[in-house]
């Protein structure tokens, strides 16, 4: 399954933006989908978590202001990023997971300007 990520860009502190994962059949199989980011000189790290069930999780540092969710008639993922901080900035990328077995998009870059 081939994950696409959009909905990237440039938002000023305090903006909100919604990105989305398109995948090019069908996510159910996926026990969970994910939100990762990596900014410059930085790990990969998730960001936020919905399983097959609907039961999500969050770093940290993004409770509160992120939202995931996954519609599974269309195939998407969505994260909905509110209240953004320039420490938000990095490349996120989407991510599926059924067992051992992953599948990456491309990412798509956020930059938050202060």
């Known amino acids: 399954v081939q994950l696409v990520e959009s909905g990237g860009g440039l938002v000023q502190a305090g903006g909100s933006l919604r990105l989305s994962c398109a995948a090019s059949?069908?996510?159910?199989?996926?026990?969970?989908m994910g939100w990762y980011r990596q900014a410059p000189g930085k790990q990969r790290e998730l960001v936020a978590a919905i399983t097959s069930g609907g039961t999500t999780n969050y770093a940290d540092s993004v409770k509160g202001r992120f939202t995931i969710s996954r519609d599974n008639a269309k195939n998407t993922v969505y994260l909905q990023m509110n209240s953004l901080k320039p420490e938000d900035t990095a490349v996120y990328y989407c991510?599926?997971?059924?067992?051992?077995?992953?599948?990456w998009g491309q990412g798509t870059l956020v930059t938050v300007s202060s």
């Open positions: 059949g069908s996510i159910f199989p996926f026990n969970v």
């Open positions: 991510n599926g997971r059924q067992g051992s077995h992953q599948d």
